[in-house]
């Protein structure tokens, strides 16, 4: 079933989860493990992310160097043929611009399509390290409404139809000028085809409202999911504003800074989460999205207090 039929069809709210890949050298009985914890909450789908392959320079004795492809992790399409192999549940995974060319996102389609699998994430992606702006394989494509465009042309070719997903910013992509224009380019992914949006972490529910708001006013009428993150260390404070552009509310950085430990941060971020979730819920979202970053613990606590 595709996620909009989901949506559609869903009687409650759900929630949903985002995993990483693991590292290789992980087994598909702990992986599936991992995954199973989160199965008792009527869990709808499971997005896996999609990373840009990395390359390390090595010296040879002759003082010349050679370039080597640096993969770490398994595979999103292993992932999900692991997970579907013993979960009913929906995957959905990710699909980026940034390192594929248009031949090899059309193989990755094949994958999925064999698979099974009918719902995919368009994302153009991240620069990959050292690079100051994002820099699309050659070929390739600059931005995500020509991904989901390429993925429509691929349905058009072969009889599919994948239900695409697209990433909203509710305090804007930190490349925008303004939300004004970033709310500008979610449309463009829509009117490409993209069929829902699930949303950048955000702590300030109010945020996600006004968000909501400005695209509906904007011709965005496709369901826009929120996606939410627990704070799990004092660290995150800094990181996470620096790495995805968002704001953490001054009564949250001030409760994590009076916090005794590690482990009252934990439980602060936790208990904040699950606030924002009861609040999202009030306001009948269809559905929660949450950001695991390889971490289990404390969705699970939020997904037993709140579904």
Not at 84 to 109: A, F, Q, T, W
Not at 130 to 148: C, I, M, Q, S, W
Not at 200 to 214: A, I, L, P, R
Not at 219 to 224: A, L, Q, T
Request: charged share 25%.
């Amino acid at each position: 079933m595709n996620i909009t039929e989901i949506l559609e069809s869903s009687a409650r709210p759900f929630p949903s989860i985002e995993i990483v890949p693991p590292l290789n050298g992980i087994s598909k009985d702990e992986l599936l493990n991992t995954v199973g914890q989160f199965m008792d909450f009527d869990l709808k789908y499971i997005n896996v992310t999609c990373h840009r392959d990395e390359f390390e320079f090595r010296q040879h004795a002759d003082g010349s160097f050679s370039r080597h492809l640096v993969r770490n992790r398994i595979s999103p399409v292993a992932v999900c043929g692991a997970i579907m192999s013993r979960y009913k549940v929906e995957m959905v995974p990710h699909i980026i611009c940034g390192g594929n060319s248009p031949e090899e996102i059309d193989s990755l389609l094949y994958d999925f399509n064999f698979l099974g699998i009918g719902n995919v994430m368009a994302l153009r992606g991240d620069s990959i390290t050292g690079e100051k702006r994002f820099t699309p394989t050659p070929g390739g494509y600059n931005h995500a409404d020509e991904l989901v465009s390429a993925i429509r042309r691929f349905d058009g070719k072969n009889g599919s139809h994948f239900c695409i997903g697209v990433g909203g910013y509710p305090e804007k992509h930190f490349e925008a000028a303004n939300l004004d224009t970033d709310i500008v380019n979610l449309k463009k992914k829509v009117d490409a085809g993209a069929d829902y949006i699930i949303t950048q972490m955000f702590f300030d529910n109010e945020v996600f409202y006004s968000f909501v708001d400005k695209c509906r006013k904007a011709g965005i009428m496709v369901p826009i999911i929120p996606g939410l993150k627990p704070l799990s260390t004092a660290r995150q404070v800094a990181a996470l504003p620096e790495a995805f552009s968002l704001d953490i509310p001054l009564e949250l950085t001030e409760a994590i800074s009076k916090a005794s430990g590690p482990e009252d941060v934990y439980r602060i971020g936790t208990e904040w989460c699950i606030r924002q979730t009861k609040d999202l819920l009030r306001h009948e979202v269809q559905a929660v999205h949450y950001y695991t970053m390889g971490k289990s613990r404390n969705i699970v606590e939020i997904l037993k207090a709140c579904f």
